[in-house]
């Protein structure tokens, strides 16, 4: 049951006191070890916590369609959120794309 909890109404592994950066280090871990959907439903919470790191990261599995359904609009839009945070790959990411992002 704590699992199923977990899944729809929070990020926590610890209880209350887990805080989102704690969460944010499980998050790559988890997508290092290529465990997308567990990791999405930490990134998720990125906007939230106005996370720059996490909204990159969860841009790139919008991108791929990992652990969440293949979304190019919904991965530019985080990409942009992040790069305004000031996150520099994110910056990066954006320039990349730029036609992309001009033509949708």
């Known amino acids: 049951m704590k699992s199923l909890w977990r899944t729809f109404f929070g990020f ?8 989102f950066a704690h969460a944010m280090g499980r998050a790559r871990h988890l997508l ?7 990791a999405c439903r930490i990134l998720k919470f990125a906007d939230r916590y106005q996370d720059a790191e996490g909204l990159y990261l969860y841009g790139w599995c919008c991108w791929r369609g ?3 359904v293949e979304d190019a609009a919904k991965a530019v839009k985080l990409w942009k959120k992040s790069a305004a945070l000031g996150y ?6 954006c320039e990349e794309i730029k ?3 001009n033509s949708i």
């Open 12 to 19: 926590s592994d610890e209880g209350d006191n887990e805080t």
């Open 88 to 93: 520099q790959p994110a910056k990066t990411r």
């Open 99 to 101: 036609d992309f992002i």
């Open 32 to 38: 290092e070890m290529q465990n997308y959907e567990d």
């Open 66 to 68: 990992q652990g969440v």
